[in-house]
């Protein structure tokens, strides 16, 4: 059920869950001061409740309301790239809800770069914590109808139109003492992180940050099973031997090159738009019902890291 600016602001306030848009992905949204609220999202994504929430703030001032401590990394960090697609992990005041935390002593912050979502976080005065809109485990919505495919149509959304970063935000942990870490890759690459903070990640078998929880192996995936091929060659003959076998198959390519006998979508060879367009196209290729999607994996430079995590994600059984 699609809802304005005034209609969404109303049901939060009410203690409903909206989803809204966000540059990076749909969001399921509730007060993020609101337990019932809160629990309702985990209800309607069948989440386990020890997976936090991202809470998305409307302004870099309202950071010190939700933590004990701003480090001047996380505050760099934070004047380089919000509003936008990184979310930084802080030690939480105590009064910052369990279920925001999943029961961590942290709490993820996030400017969203959005015009709509801005608007509503500065009329309502709201925080909202707000996960991907889709069921646990399954693909990201990256238009308002792909929320109301997963979630069904009685779910109120805020359309925003189609999401241009595409794949979720980078997730950065900065512990009181400076030490960062990348928790989950995102088009913010790490490398962009390490520039601003000026400082290298803390070496990981000495961390004392606590990791993102719910970044399991399987995961953004469609329903149809999906298989990864490092190159075009390996992807055509897997469809020869499927289409030998009676089955049927679409492929997801990346570039030039040769294809397959079978319906196929070529994305250009570039990070950017690969990602803008990910979701997006496994949603519609997921559509077709085919017996296996073969999809072709980008090459392993740091610039396609996030894109790779999300397709060996996907691609997991
Ligand atoms: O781009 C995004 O980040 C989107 C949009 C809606 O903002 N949100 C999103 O939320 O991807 P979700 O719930 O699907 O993923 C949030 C991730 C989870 O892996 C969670 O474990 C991690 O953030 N996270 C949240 N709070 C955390 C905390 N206190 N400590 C460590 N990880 C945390
Ligand atoms: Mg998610």
Known sequence: MRVSLEQAIAELKKGEVVAIPTETVYGLAADATNDDALKKIFTIKQRPADHPLI?????????????????????????????????????????VS???RGGESTVALRVPNHPV??????????????????LFTQLSPTTASHVEAGLGEAIPVLDGGACNIGIESTIVSVAANGQW???RPGMISEEDIAKIANIKPANVAAQTTPKAPGQHALHYSPRTS???????????????????????????????GDAPNCAVVRLPN???KVAELLYGTLHSLDAMRVDRLLVELPPSAPAWSAILDRLNRAGHR
């Open 55 to 95: 809470v998305h703030i409307g302004d870099i001032d309202q950071v010190d309301y939700w933590v004990t401590a701003f480090p001047d990394i996380a505050v760099k960090l934070a004047k380089a790239f919000w509003p936008g697609a990184l979310t930084l992990v802080l030690p939480a005041k105590q009064h």
């Open 98 to 100: 369990r279920v925001v």
């Open 117 to 134: 979502t801005l608007a509503l976080l500065k009329q309502s005065g709201l925080s909202v914590a707000a996960p991907s809109a889709n």
């Open 181 to 183: 870490q990348l928790l």
């Open 226 to 256: 999906l298989i990864l091929f490092k190159d075009k060659p390996a992807l055509i003959k897997e469809s020869e031997l499927l289409i030998q076998a009676g089955l049927t198959c679409a492929a997801l390519l990346i570039g030039d």
């Open 270 to 272: 570039q990070p950017d």
